[in-house]
């Protein structure tokens, strides 16, 4: 049986966006709703809450001194020592009814990230790309973005709405990061319980998801089909991450957003961040290139 521990016992209200700095050690990982950045060094630190001025989803590392973050006003760069934050690409910075979501580093440096609406109005989200100062908008009308990953050699993306809870595949230029095909269904999730929520993609191709109102981390070998699946200890699972010096291990941030107090005492857990214990063959991100 597969060990999964509290990582933090910190219960995020929507716990989101987690990534691993190897250079540094560090886990971060967001509250979305509370404006919280968390951050622990890794095995033992202790976790580190930063308030922000705006909701923040998804970090990406630059370099040792500097951090991406997508923000509901656009992508902004912070000073990893200071924390401070500035705003380097507005994107929907206008549309006060949007915040981003789920985002990752592709293997060219590549930022995917998406938004959507604050009240969860259909399609009123995007997906797009980052690079070199440059965005583009790949795919409008997106509801709930979420999954966005990457195959090891960057020729496949990945991504769903959880609105719509199919799992889609799109081929990939390794060098850009942008879609080179039309997306397919790689796994229709609309007649199993949950959504599907946030992904990554280890060094052998399998995409590990969190599987959101079904406490389940569940594993996609690269054809499609869930070749397993790891119970959780909070049911609103959201998204895994590689951590450790060898990205052998998962973490997985949860929520207990839209919750009352008797939901909350039924799901105790909810919101805290989880440690798989787990041998993988995990991937670092890549850094993003400014």
């Known amino acids: 049986m597969t060990a999964v521990t509290v990582l933090s016992d910190i219960a995020c209200h ?49 370099d040792a001194e500097r951090q991406m973050l997508v923000t509901e006003t656009g992508l902004h760069i912070r000073d990893a020592r200071t924390g ?26 590549a930022f995917w990230f998406g938004t959507m609406s604050k009240t969860d109005d259909k399609g009123a989200g995007a997906i797009y790309w980052y690079r070199k100062g440059e965005v583009r908008k790949l795919y409008p009308g997106i509801g709930i973005p979420n999954s966005i990953c990457f195959s090891p050699d960057g020729s496949v993306a990945y991504y769903t709405d959880t609105a719509i809870n ?17 997306p397919a269904v790689f796994f229709d999730q609309r007649k199993d319980k949950g959504g599907l ?13 969190a599987r959101w109102g079904a406490a389940s981390l569940d594993a996609y070998s690269p054809d499609g089909r869930r070749i ?9 699972s959201s998204c895994p991450a590689f951590v450790g010096p060898k990205a052998d291990r ?11 107090a008797k939901a909350r005492e039924r799901d105790p857990e909810a919101g805290k961040t989880f440690l798989v214990d787990l041998p993988v063959k995990g991937r670092f991100e890549p850094h993003v290139a400014l």
């Not at 946030?198 to 590990?208: E, K, P, Q, R, T």
């Not at 397993?228 to 609103?236: F, N």
């Not at 998962?250 to 009352?260: C, F, H, L, M, R």
Request: hydrophobic share 40%; aromatic share 6%.
């Open 14 to 62: 929507l716990g989101e966006g987690p990534t691993y700095d190897p250079g540094s050690d560090t886990f971060f990982w967001f509250d979305i709703r509370e404006r919280k950045l968390l951050e622990k060094h890794m095995p033992d630190g202790a976790v580190k809450v930063h308030d922000l001025p705006v909701m923040a989803s998804a970090l990406g590392v630059i």
């Open 84 to 109: 401070a934050l500035t705003l380097h690409t507005p994107v929907e910075a206008d549309n006060p009814l949007t915040r981003s979501n789920d985002a990752r580093v592709h293997p060219s440096g």
């Open 166 to 182: 199919i799992l889609m595949r799109v081929d990939c230029d390794p060098a850009t990061g942008l879609p080179t095909g039309e």
């Open 197 to 209: 929520d946030g992904s990554v993609v280890d060094a052998d191709g399998v995409l590990w998801n």
């Open 228 to 236: 397993r699946s790891i119970a959780m200890p909070a049911k609103q």
């Open 250 to 260: 998962i973490a997985v941030t949860s929520a207990w957003q839209g919750y009352d």
